[in-house]
């Protein structure tokens, strides 16, 4: 999605409708400043807004995303192509997260490496020691915690029995045995166990 044109438009369809930037903030009850940063491209409407904001402006939700009216022979290629490009775009952030959830866990290992180290090789009384360890032990127990979430939410499991891609639960992640980002888990779909694999695109 262009947020620019998307911006562009919002400001051509609010002065159609007659509205300044503080009526239309108004009849939405949010601040003039966030309808200019839409139209400024810096912002997208919240998906609560779009309906309101949309029937305000005499436009679909589909032209919104679009940045321009579409008209009804446009309409399945347009849709088409927007849908593309927000599995796209799903896709790429789902792809970052990933990459940064590998971040966490490094980092993570890191710290906990660095504090068993530091209690084995410095002089220091018993309880000392066991502290600076379990220091080291609590932000790798949050940052495992954070990356799984991320996993869990990031892109689809696919199981290997009937093919079905799905989002599991926090918990099904959490208890499933893994190699890597493989876990075995229950299928929604076929209810069979195997090694559903992480994949991206649906």
């Known amino acids: ?101 590998i971040v966490i866990g490094v980092f993570a290992t890191l710290i906990v490496l660095g504090a068993t180290i530091a209690a084995s090789v410095f002089e220091m009384p018993e309880y000392a020691r066991l502290c600076v360890i379990g220091a080291g032990f609590v932000p790798f127990i949050i940052g495992c915690c954070i990356a799984l979430q991320i996993e869990q939410k990031a892109g689809y499991y696919e199981c290997a029995e009937c093919g079905h891609k799905y989002v599991p639960t926090y918990s099904s992640v959490f208890f499933a045995p893994h190699v890597g980002r493989t876990r075995f888990m229950k299928c929604p779909e076929c209810s069979k166990k195997s090694w559903n694999k992480k994949v991206l695109t649906k």
């Open 1 to 101: 999605m262009d947020q620019v044109k998307i911006g562009r438009f919002i400001a051509e369809r609010r002065k159609l409708a007659g509205f300044t930037q503080v009526q239309l903030a108004e009849k939405l009850n949010i601040t003039d400043r966030a309808v200019s940063k839409w139209e400024t491209g810096r912002s997208m409407p919240d998906s609560a807004l779009m309906p309101e904001l949309c029937e305000l402006l005499h436009i679909t939700i589909n032209d919104l995303f679009n940045g321009e009216v579409i008209v009804m022979e446009d309409y399945k290629a347009k849709t088409e192509k927007l849908l593309i490009e927000m599995a796209r775009q799903k896709e790429e952030a789902d792809r970052k997260m990933l990459m940064f959830e």
